[in-house]
């Protein structure tokens, strides 16, 4: 699986982005998705997650915020952020991962959030 991230940019607070993750090949719709993130000197933290039969998990702090989706029939995986606070600031990395298969790593995705 190769997956490649895009729609990260320069947005004001309390605007929008929407990220979107492309993945290869016919596999995908086995393959839990997330979306992490990850801020200068700081470890990557998870912020959404969709399993493979839709079920989402959200970190606290963007909970009501993000929302995550994936099209299995386009291989596709989207986060959708609202009312962005300058605390999201961060590289966002798009993540497959299946129990027993090796997970897969997007290439970053710089979002900047100004106050």
């Known amino acids: 699986v190769q997956l490649q991230a895009s729609g990260g940019g320069l947005v004001q607070a309390e605007g929008s982005l929407r990220l979107s993750c492309a993945a290869s090949g016919s596999i995908f719709r086995f393959y839990a998705m997330n979306w992490y993130r990850q801020e200068p000197g700081k470890q990557r933290e998870l912020v959404a997650g969709i399993t493979s039969g839709g079920s989402t998990t959200y970190a606290d702090s963007v909970k009501g915020r993000f929302t995550i989706s994936r099209d299995n029939a386009k291989n596709m995986v989207y986060l959708q952020m609202n009312s962005l606070k300058p605390e999201d600031t961060a590289v966002y990395y798009c993540?497959?991962?299946?129990?027993?298969?090796?997970?897969?790593w997007g290439q970053g995705t710089l979002v900047t959030v100004s106050s």
């Open positions: 993540n497959a991962k299946r129990t027993g298969f090796d997970g897969y």
